[in-house]
């Protein structure tokens, strides 16, 4: 039982959830451009009234070029 309680068993649980609703979600992966998608799930937590917006984080900046890369 406690086997399965290991650092690296949860470790390797969780990768497998977060993999998996990336999967569900189609978001990509670094080693497939992660840093260069526009991030479309994101758009609804930007207003429609906004006129400028601070992209922290922008990895290759898709998102704030309005969904392009």
């Known amino acids: 039982v406690?086997?399965?309680h290991t650092y690296d068993c949860r470790m390797a649980e969780?990768?497998?959830i977060v993999v998996e609703a990336m999967r569900t979600e189609g978001i990509r992966?670094?080693?497939e451009g992660y840093y260069g998608s526009p991030r479309p799930e994101l758009m609804v937590h930007v207003?429609?009234?906004a006129r400028r917006i601070l992209d922290v984080g922008c990895g290759e900046g898709a998102f704030g070029r309005g969904g392009t890369s």
């Open 2 to 4: 406690l086997e399965k």
């Open 14 to 16: 969780m990768m497998n």
């Open 29 to 31: 992966s670094h080693a």
């Open 47 to 49: 207003p429609t009234s």
